[in-house]
């Protein structure tokens, strides 16, 4: 499968953006699909994420009530709506996707084999 993620852009605090990562190659619904971010400096870490196997969403503390991911398996995206956006939510923000994960490890960024080219995203007044 091949991810391209788009939808980011510069917006101020408290602001909204949506971010999608359409699929080609294969048929999204059947892999778990997550978003990641990276601040300069700083480690990749968790935002949220789909299990392949129904629709349980999880999302990181940091993002949990701000954020929201959803899945259109007629449009093969997931997308993440943000939500309240503060200048801690800057990064480049990567979707990624695999087939093989299990429920435990979808909050873990090296478990995912297949990674969209990443988005920036600039919360700033």
């Known amino acids: 499968v091949q991810l391209q993620a788009s939808g980011g852009g510069l917006v101020q605090p408290g602001g909204s953006l949506r971010l999608s990562c359409a699929a080609s190659?294969?048929?999204?619904?059947?892999?778990?699909v997550g978003w990641f971010r990276q601040a300069p400096g700083k480690e990749r870490e968790f935002v949220a994420a789909?299990?392949?196997?129904?629709?349980?969403?999880y999302y990181s503390d940091s993002v949990k009530g701000r954020f929201a991911i959803s899945r259109d398996n007629a449009k093969n995206t997931v997308d993440l709506q943000m939500n309240s956006l503060t200048p801690e939510d800057t990064a480049v923000y990567y979707c990624?996707?695999?087939?093989?994960?299990?429920?435990?490890?979808?909050?873990?960024?090296?478990?995912?084999?297949?990674w969209g080219q990443g988005t920036q995203v600039t919360v700033s007044s």
């Open positions: 789909f299990f392949r196997r129904g629709y349980n969403a």
């Open positions: 190659g294969d048929t999204i619904g059947t892999y778990s």
């Open positions: 990624a996707a695999d087939s093989r994960l299990i429920m435990s490890s979808v909050r873990t960024w090296p478990n995912y084999d297949y």
